[in-house]
Structure formats: C-alpha cells, structure tokens
C-alpha cells in the first residue's frame, strides 16, 4: 500500500505561480512510473506532466513552457511547479503513482485561477 498526499493548492491570480507537492509513503526511487493529472467537474481526468526514475519529463500540450515537474527521491516527494498559470489551469490536481502494476492516487488539491 503507497500513501500520496498532495500540498500547495490554493488560489492565485492569472499570471502568478504555484507549485505542487506529493509526498509518498515509501521511497519512490525505483518508482518509474510518476505524474500529475487534474480533473474539471464533468469532464474526464488529463494528464499534465510524467516523469520517469531517469527524470524524463513529459508535458501536456496545454501546459509546456509553463509547467515543470521534477522530484525529490531523498525526501520521496513529487513536485509540480506552475507558472503563467491560466483561467484554464483551474482544477483539482492529483499526483498519482503505479506500484506493482496498480494505481495509486492522492486525495487531490484544488488550484484555482481567478482573472
């Protein structure tokens, strides 16, 4: 069993920045398969950003140049770091994990962009 829990939501003003933590209940350091996703009421969960155990990042279309993923293996910790961030960008934000071919989900931290 692998415990996530996201930090670092809140509110901020279109054009600021904030940035994301997942911190895991057990070493994430073979751990290859690692991401940030988000989910609007009624529409289905995207993804934002993966990043591999070599650190090879990929973004979604909607946030390259804006978002950075990145983690911390000593502290087993997953970071998301947003800038420019949008109207758009508004949403709940999920870190999430797979372990022994099963998904492994954070509660959720809700980011939300005002204009």
């Known amino acids: 069993q692998v415990q996530l829990v996201e930090s670092g939501g809140g509110l901020v003003q279109a054009g600021g920045s904030l940035r994301l933590s997942c911190a895991a209940s057990r070493t994430i350091f073979t751990i290859n398969a690692m991401g940030w996703y988000r989910q609007v009421p009624g529409k289905q969960r995207e993804l934002v950003a993966t990043i591999t155990s070599g650190g090879t990042t990929n973004y979604a279309d909607a946030v390259k140049g804006r978002f950075t993923i990145s983690r911390d293996n000593a502290k087993n910790t997953v970071y998301l770091q947003m800038n420019s961030l949008t109207v758009e960008d508004t949403a709940v934000y999920y870190c999430?994990?797979?372990?022994?071919?099963?998904?492994?989900w954070g509660q959720g931290t809700q980011v939300t962009v005002s204009s």
């Open positions: 999430k994990l797979i372990w022994r071919k099963y998904d492994y």
